[in-house]
């Protein structure tokens, strides 16, 4: 079976801390990685998508590592609205056929 | 503009019962998704659909769940005869291919006592 593989956390971090989450994904074809967030009893949003080069938004950073089947995470200057699941999602596809593969999240606490 | 509609929001049945969940996805997207997500098994693909059409139901647990796509605007999902252990959150979701940004609906809340 094919997995994406997070560490559930909690990770409790005060505000302005750096934070950073690895995914580890067991398909070596996977062609599409991507961050997405859900707050607490809502649905899961995109947070950025990951790109081979590495890409930053903001304070996120999201980098992408084939040899080893890793992605990772970077939050600086946590803020408390942070405060969240994050989901690793990977994805490979083929024509209109794909299989999209999502980890359990891993649940951020920013305190005060 | 009005993103993926799901209904009902919060469903509670009794075991044997039959449920429908039901989601309008985004306009002129191509893709529907159904997902099921539990704190055990986290988010899992049930389904999904190309222009109305299953690719892929591998996903869906038994011979209990059926999902449809009668048009581009509709897709429901049903469960018969429902059990305690499908009680999680459905989710639907849309996109315009299978390589962009996947628009979640709010979900349904299925309760089966």
């Known amino acids: 079976r094919k997995e994406v593989e997070q560490d559930p956390g909690p990770f409790n971090v005060p505000e302005g801390a750096t934070v950073a989450f690895n995914c580890t994904y067991s398909?070596?074809?996977?062609?599409?990685f991507f961050w997405y967030r859900q707050d607490c009893r809502k649905e899961p949003k995109l947070l950025m998508s990951v790109y081979s080069s590495g890409n930053e938004d903001g304070r996120f950073t999201a980098q992408l590592n084939r040899a080893s089947q890793y992605i990772s995470l970077l939050i600086r200057d946590s803020k408390l609205s942070d405060s969240a699941t994050y989901l690793c999602v990977v994805a490979d596809y083929g024509g209109s056929q794909g299989n999209l593969i999502f980890g359990k999240g891993t649940k951020l606490s920013v305190k005060p | 503009d009005a993103g993926v509609i799901q209904s009902p929001r919060h469903e509670v049945t009794e075991m044997g019962q039959e449920v429908t969940l039901r989601c309008k996805p985004i306009s002129g997207h191509d893709y529907l998704f159904w997902y099921r997500q539990t704190m055990m098994r986290g988010l899992e693909l049930l389904i999904y659909f190309n222009n109305n059409v299953p690719i892929d139901d591998s996903g869906m647990p038994e011979d209990r769940f059926s999902a449809k796509m009668p048009n581009a605007s509709f897709s429901n999902l049903k469960i018969q005869p429902s059990e305690p252990r499908d009680s999680a959150v459905y989710f639907c979701?849309?996109?315009?291919?299978?390589?962009?940004?996947?628009?979640f609906g709010p979900g349904t809340r299925l309760t089966v006592l």
């Open positions: 979701a849309s996109s315009l291919s299978l390589r962009r940004e996947q628009f």
């Open positions: 398909n070596s074809a996977s062609q599409s």
